[in-house]
T-cell receptor, first 115, second 114 residues
Framework: GAGVSQSPSNKVTEKGKDVELRCDPI?????LYWYRQSLGQGLEFLIY????????KSGLPSDRFSAERTGGSVSTLTIQRTQQEDSAVYLC?????????????FGPGTRLTVL | AQSVTQLGSHVSVSEGALVLLRCNYS??????LFWYVQYPNQGLQLLLK??????LVKGINGFEAEFKKSETSFHLTKPSAHMSDAAEYFC????????????FGAGTRLTVKP
């Protein structure tokens, strides 16, 4: 696609429910990143995919968070048993395989509100 | 692990005044440094990046940043603020050539007063 897309743009859920957030990277981009943007916290790295594998999951805050990527394209971030502290904007970014100094291209984000 | 600290979560300037957004980094290897901008209700976009080719880096919209190793800083400046510059600005650092370990600062919200 022309840019990174994310869906839904907004998600309101009740505490304890599971949510799935989707990211569609730029076509042909091999690397994909998930970040969480909380008020006053900046961007918090969650997970990084190279192809379908995740060499770096170090940022996932708890075992309630998981992510997968299939076909080297779309990625889904799943949050189980959501808590109010999970409320944030979840951003996805992708980069190509040019090697040096790859620019991360960001999607518009999914705003998650847990009531 | 590398990290960045942005000094000042909010900066307010008058239109036409100098913009200075501060960023200090920590890295055990020569860093790659970036500034991203996020306009209201939009995704982040790259403003400029330092990749060791030159210490003074020019970006889009008249912004520039200077890499100062002795001060471990990469401050963002613009000589004359415009109303359209109002946004959130993020400094980021990477220790790898392909930037798959990029870490962002907390962000600085820039307000421009008429």
């Amino acid at each position: 696609g022309a840019g990174v897309s994310q869906s839904p743009s907004n998600k309101v859920t009740e505490k304890g429910k599971d949510v799935e957030l989707r990211c569609d990277p730029i076509s042909g981009h091999t690397a994909l990143y998930w970040y969480r943007q909380s008020l006053g916290q900046g961007l918090e790295f969650l997970i990084y995919f190279q192809g379908n594998s995740a060499p770096d999951k170090s940022g996932l805050p708890s075992d309630r968070f998981s992510a997968e990527r299939t076909g080297g394209s779309v990625s889904t971030l799943t949050i189980q048993r959501t808590q109010q502290e999970d409320s944030a904007v979840y951003l996805c970014a992708s980069t190509g395989s040019g090697g040096f100094y790859n620019e991360q291209f960001f999607g518009p984000g999914t705003r998650l509100t847990v009531l | 692990a590398q990290s960045v600290t942005q000094l000042g979560s909010h900066v307010s300037v008058s239109e036409g005044a100098l913009v200075l957004l501060r960023c200090n980094y920590s890295s055990s290897v020569p860093p790659y440094l970036f500034w991203y901008v996020q306009y209201p209700n939009q995704g982040l976009q790259l403003l400029l990046k330092y990749t060791s080719a030159a210490t003074l880096v020019k970006g889009i919209n008249g912004f520039e940043a200077e890499f100062k190793k002795s001060e471990t800083s990469f401050h963002l400046t613009k000589p004359s603020a415009h109303m359209s510059d109002a946004a959130e600005y993020f400094c980021a650092v990477s220790a790898s050539y392909n930037n798959n370990d990029m870490r962002f600062g907390a962000g600085t919200r820039l307000t421009v007063k008429p």
